[in-house]
């Protein structure tokens, strides 16, 4: 199983950015049966989870994020989607996914004006 994630980038404060993580070597019904979590690492910080995506359909956000970003998901394409908006300075990081035990990359998002 790999995880790519992307679509990080820089926005000026209030901007938008969608990130996208894609789970590649999980068959369908295994994808669908597990949840796929964001989590962030600022400069200087320890990681913090953002979001969670349940199997479900159910999503959960740290207090931080929620009425701002917004977890989805496409099954055909084992991709899930994490919509950021009116972001802010204290959104900068670098951006991870998780499925099961397995991480993306990181994206970077900056945050600044």
């Known amino acids: 199983v790999q995880l790519q994630a992307s679509g990080g980038g820089s926005v000026q404060p209030g901007g938008s950015l969608r990130l996208s993580c894609k789970v590649s070597?999980?068959?369908?019904?295994?994808?669908?049966?597990?949840?796929v979590a964001w989590y962030r690492q600022a400069p200087g910080k320890q990681r913090e989870w953002v979001a969670r995506?349940?199997?479900?359909?159910?999503?959960s956000y740290v207090d931080s994020v929620k009425g701002r970003f917004a977890l989805s998901r496409d099954n055909t394409r084992r991709t899930v989607y994490l919509q950021m908006n009116s972001l802010k300075p204290d959104d900068t990081a670098v951006y991870y996914c998780?499925?099961?035990?397995?991480w993306g990359q990181g994206t970077l998002v900056t945050v600044s004006s």
């Open positions: 998780n499925f099961q035990d397995y």
């Open positions: 995506l349940l199997s479900t359909g159910g999503t």
């Open positions: 070597g999980s068959i369908l019904s295994v994808f669908t049966a597990n949840s």
